[in-house]
Nanobody, 124 residues
Framework: QARLVESGGGLVQAGGSLRLSCAYS????????MAWYRQVPGKEREFVAA????????YSADSVKGRFTVSRDNADHTVYLHMTSLKPDDAAVYYC?????????????????WGQGTQVTVSS
């Protein structure tokens, strides 16, 4: 199975920025739409943003639209999430994953495995 390694999280002040990275181990990376999700304790994991196979089309949750940008590098099998204007409500563990779906269908995708995630903490 593919291995997912998320990184780049940390502690940031409200209004600050972070860039998350996700390395996807399999050669099938460029056949998959990739997405970021996040989860806080006691709540279900929620969709954040997705990027299509080419990297040209993206789709974001309303809560992050205009603040977060998702991108990918197919040569390096890596997907990124550039987060700006961070709010305390953005604090969560962030995960990435991929599926052969449209970008608008990634919110409902089911996965057999997840990476360890990367923690984002936003201080007010």
């Amino acid at each position: 199975q593919a291995r997912l390694v998320e990184s780049g999280g940390g502690l940031v002040q409200a209004g600050g920025s972070l860039r998350l990275s996700c390395a996807y181990s399999e050669r099938t990376f460029d056949t998959k739409t990739m997405a970021w999700y996040r989860q806080v304790p006691g709540k279900e994991r929620e969709f954040v943003a997705a990027v299509d196979r080419s990297g040209l089309s993206t789709y974001s949750a309303d809560s992050v639209k205009g603040r977060f940008t998702v991108s990918r590098d197919n040569a390096d099998h890596t997907v990124y999430l550039h987060m700006t204007s961070l709010k305390p409500d953005d604090a969560a563990v962030y995960y990435c994953n991929g599926a052969e779906r449209s970008i608008t269908a990634m919110a409902g995708a089911d996965y057999d495995f997840w990476g360890q995630g990367t923690q984002v903490t936003v201080s007010s």
